[in-house]
């Protein structure tokens, strides 16, 4: 039964790994070019495609934090009723959802950026590249693009945050709720049930602190994106 409990936080963080090397594949490669061979031209089509890999691939980890959440919520406060909550059919259906979800987000957002015009500067402050940061460089009407950019930011990774932390806090309160239960049992009925809880519980919080490291990198990487684009950074890519 322990066991079932976690085959599929397994997967979903066989996907956070793919996810991550899909990330370090779009950005890497072309930041080494700029920094060994100061190689900084990228085309609109290379731009774009960096633009789509790296959205989806946020978009894509932060669905797959919301599915840890509801699993760790479901094998902590109904582990008696998980393998049928959560069978094989299932997970694989919420991991199939997560990328048509990434992919149905983002794809608008290319087209959005190759119908916009480019006639004054065309130097990026990054080493990749982002959405806003080529949207500001647009002579045209951007009021779409960022429309559609604020939206994606509050539909997707914030009520996602908010999501997944009603769900740890449900399963904080379901934890308490129940240790002071079995308070007034047996003690050997409370030291095995306890235990077992405690064991998830522990094993939970790598997956608490991916979270948190999660969203804060990307609230770090919004902040230092709309620093740059002020102009307070260095140049980096040149679009053409």
Not at 145 to 170: E, K, P, Q, R, T
Request: charged letters at 15%; proline letters at 3%.
């Amino acid at each position: 039964m322990e066991r079932n409990l976690h085959v599929p936080m397994y997967f979903f963080l066989s996907m956070l790994a793919v996810m991550d090397i899909l990330l370090s594949t779009t950005t890497v490669p072309k930041a080494l070019a700029i920094f060994w061979f100061y190689a900084g031209a990228i085309s609109l089509g290379g731009c774009v495609t960096q633009i789509f890999f790296i959205h989806a691939t946020f978009i894509e980890e932060s669905g797959i934090l919301l599915a840890m959440a509801l699993d760790r919520y479901v094998a902590i406060c109904d582990p008696l009723h998980y393998t049928t909550v959560l069978s094989r059919a299932t997970i694989t259906k919420i991991g199939l959802a997560v990328v048509l979800r990434s992919f149905c987000v983002i794809m608008p957002d290319v087209f959005l950026v190759k119908r916009l015009p480019f006639c004054h500067s065309n130097l990026l402050p990054h080493t990749y590249c982002e959405h806003m940061a080529v949207v500001a460089l647009t002579c045209g009407d951007s009021r779409v693009n960022n429309v559609y950019g604020l939206s994606i930011g509050f539909l997707v990774l914030i009520l996602d945050s908010v999501a997944i932390a009603a769900s740890y806090v449900m399963i904080f309160r379901a934890v308490k709720k129940k240790h002071l239960f079995m308070i007034k049992k047996k003690p050997t009925q409370k030291n095995s049930q306890t235990r077992n809880r405690r064991k998830l519980s522990q094993q939970n919080k790598g997956q608490y602190i991916y979270t948190l490291e999660y969203y804060s990198a990307i609230k770090k990487m919004r902040s230092v994106i709309c620093n740059n684009v002020d102009g307070s950074g260095g140049h980096y890519l040149s679009l053409i």
